[in-house]
């Protein structure tokens, strides 16, 4: 039953991530087919992989199957920021209380907790990330509003706790990303030897949080960032005229 809704729910999310950033970014209709083809076909890879038990502990040893994906994801999506200035335009001109809003996603993250109750994921991993998670899906809800409510003029001290927030938000997913690293079974560079680990995180659905929603979130607090530090040195442009 929590597969089913973790199924039901992990895609949900993609999906929704997937439609906000691609269906309000100012781009063309071509570009936005493309986007959304290329990130359905990622979808289908890692779900066809994972099917075969590509991603199943001791698959791609010593390292986790799971850490090539993330990698492979990030490193297109990071990649498509850093060298395709249209990509990195159209993310930075995205409405700021859209891309927090989206966070609150991330309350699904008790999803976690209720796989460790059913001792499918041990400690540290299940309660850092599943805990980190809801706290920052959580606060994400207030902030798009503040956000939202405040409009293009909004006051350094929102700025400020929205900034605070995406640090705590990548924070979360750093921490997240190493536990589960470090919790990994058959690798040998394993620190957190309390069974089973996270080797649930290797089957579906729960393959698609860090090949897919990870790596996705990770992209959003960097537009985050890239829009408080426009709108910070717009202001400093404003104070310097007047």
């Not at 997937?18 to 359905?40: F, N």
């Amino acid at each position: 039953m929590l597969d089913m809704i973790g199924a039901i729910g992990c895609t949900a999310v993609y999906a929704l991530l997937a439609g906000v950033l691609i269906g309000l970014a100012p781009a063309g209709g071509r570009t936005k087919a493309i986007l959304s083809i290329a990130a359905a076909a990622w979808g289908a890879l890692i779900v066809a992989v994972a099917a075969v038990g590509g991603f199943a502990p001791g698959a791609a040893e010593p390292v986790p199957a799971v850490a090539f994906a993330f990698a492979a994801w990030l490193a297109l999506l990071i990649g498509a920021w850093l060298l395709v200035p249209g990509f990195r335009e159209a993310l930075s001109r995205l409405p700021l209380p859209a891309l927090v809003g989206v966070n609150a996603t991330r309350l699904v993250g008790v999803l976690f907790l209720l796989l460790a109750a059913e001792g499918r994921l041990s400690a540290p991993f299940a309660p850092s990330a599943g805990g980190g998670d809801i706290a920052v899906g959580a606060l994400a809800i207030p902030l798009a509003a503040l956000a939202a409510t405040a409009g293009a003029e909004r006051p350094r001290w929102t700025d400020v706790w929205i900034g605070a927030w995406n640090a705590l938000g990548v924070l979360d997913l750093v921490v997240a990303i190493g536990l589960g690293v470090l919790s990994a079974p058959g690798t040998p560079f394993r620190v957190f030897m309390q069974e089973p680990g996270t080797a649930a995180m290797g089957s579906l659905p729960w393959i698609m949080v860090p090949a897919m929603l990870v790596p996705v979130y990770l992209l959003i607090h960097l537009a985050i960032a890239a829009r408080l530090r426009a709108h910070r040195h717009g202001h400093q442009a404003a104070a310097m005229v007047a």
